[in-house]
């Protein structure tokens, strides 16, 4: 009957994997999906939170929430590993709405809290915005936790954009208050032209173009020409992975409106995050 041919078919596939001669990395990637599906059926994915902030005053202006995967057997997983299996296994969309509907929750709680009216930054996947029901279920994750759209920013990375379907995506959410960010901004493959085109209200300067500051004798133009370039399109900047204080003072000096990194705070429970960071209003006045 039905049950025994699929029982026959569940054990030829495991029978394939093992005898096939398939190579261990890809008896480790069947294994993390497999592992990855009853974390998400568990709803087993925390978040950390890294802040975002004025990096003239220290306010904190944005939490970024980070997935975290801390698996029994395989120990901590970084996203750079389960996001990409979630996104081929199709538990992103699941995984993707439990991680908006929590970050919600916890920032309306957080904001409560500290009195700080900081949004919270998601990290979409562009499968997430080939759904045409996606706009209504962040209107509804909003509302259940009585926050506006402006407290939530969704970050999209360039390459997805140049689908039609996600654009019209995040047409549809931004018409809704919530804005959109453009993530790793300056890696992706989008031209200039187009970029002028995309509906987007932020970018998030790749680390790269930070981390090439450097101590002595470095040249920051290509920073700053970055940095101006939003600036002409009308967009908020926000400089990623700041480690030290001469990147930090570099972006003071370009007028970079806001940044997030280690210097700054490392990524962690929002219960400790608070609404100002002493990291930056305690620095010296720097020179322009
Ligand atoms: P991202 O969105 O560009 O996030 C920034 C990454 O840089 C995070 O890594 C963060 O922990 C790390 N970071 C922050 N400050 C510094 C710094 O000063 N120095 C260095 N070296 N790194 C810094 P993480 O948490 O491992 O996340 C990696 C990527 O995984 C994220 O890059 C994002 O693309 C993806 N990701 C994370 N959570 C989610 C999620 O819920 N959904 C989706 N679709 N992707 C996610
Ligand atoms: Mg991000
Ligand atoms: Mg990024
Ligand atoms: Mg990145």
């Known amino acids: 009957d039905l049950a025994m041919y699929q029982a026959k078919l569940r054990g030829r596939g495991r029978y394939a994997v093992y005898e096939s001669g398939m190579?261990?990395?890809?008896?480790?990637?069947?294994?993390?999906?497999?592992?990855?599906?009853?974390?998400v059926a568990a709803e087993a994915i925390t978040l950390a939170y890294q802040p975002i902030a004025d990096l003239h005053t220290g306010v904190v202006v944005g939490l970024e929430a980070l997935a975290r995967w801390s698996d029994p057997e395989l120990g901590d997983v970084p996203p750079s590993a389960f996001i990409p299996v979630a996104e081929q296994t199709g538990l992103i969309q699941e995984l993707g709405g439990q991680v908006i509907v929590r970050a919600c929750g916890d920032a309306a709680r957080w904001r409560v809290a500290t009195g700080s009216d900081a949004y919270v930054s998601v990290n979409v996947s562009p499968l997430q915005l080939d759904d045409d029901e996606f706009p209504g279920f962040v209107v509804a994750a909003l509302r259940i936790h009585d926050l506006d759209p402006t407290s939530l920013v969704l970050e999209v990375t360039e390459g997805l954009l140049l689908q039609e379907r996600s654009l019209e995506t995040l047409r549809d959410i931004r018409a809704h208050g919530v804005r959109v960010a453009i993530d790793d901004f300056g890696t992706g493959y989008s031209s200039l032209s187009r970029l002028r085109e995309l509906p987007v209200d932020m970018v998030k300067v790749d680390q790269?173009?930070?981390?090439?500051?450097?101590?002595?004798?470095?040249?920051?133009?290509?920073?700053?020409?970055?940095?101006?370039?939003?600036?002409?399109?009308?967009?908020?900047?926000?400089?990623?992975?700041?480690?030290?204080?001469?990147?930090?003072?570099?972006?003071?000096?370009?007028?970079?409106?806001?940044?997030?990194?280690?210097?700054?705070?490392?990524?962690?429970?929002?219960?400790?995050?608070?609404?100002?960071?002493?990291?930056?209003?305690?620095?010296?006045?720097?020179?322009r």
């Not at 190579?23 to 974390?39: C, I, P, S, W």
């Open 23 to 39: 190579h261990q990395g890809a008896v480790a990637q069947f294994r993390l999906a497999a592992a990855l599906q009853t974390a």
């Open 208 to 287: 790269a173009f930070v981390s090439s500051v450097e101590s002595t004798g470095a040249d920051p133009s290509f920073l700053q020409a970055i940095i101006r370039l939003a600036e002409t399109m009308h967009l908020v900047t926000i400089a990623e992975g700041i480690e030290t204080t001469t990147q930090l003072g570099e972006l003071q000096a370009t007028a970079c409106a806001y940044g997030q990194g280690y210097l700054l705070a490392r990524p962690g429970p929002i219960d400790g995050i608070p609404a100002a960071l002493t990291a930056i209003s305690d620095a010296p006045p720097h020179d």
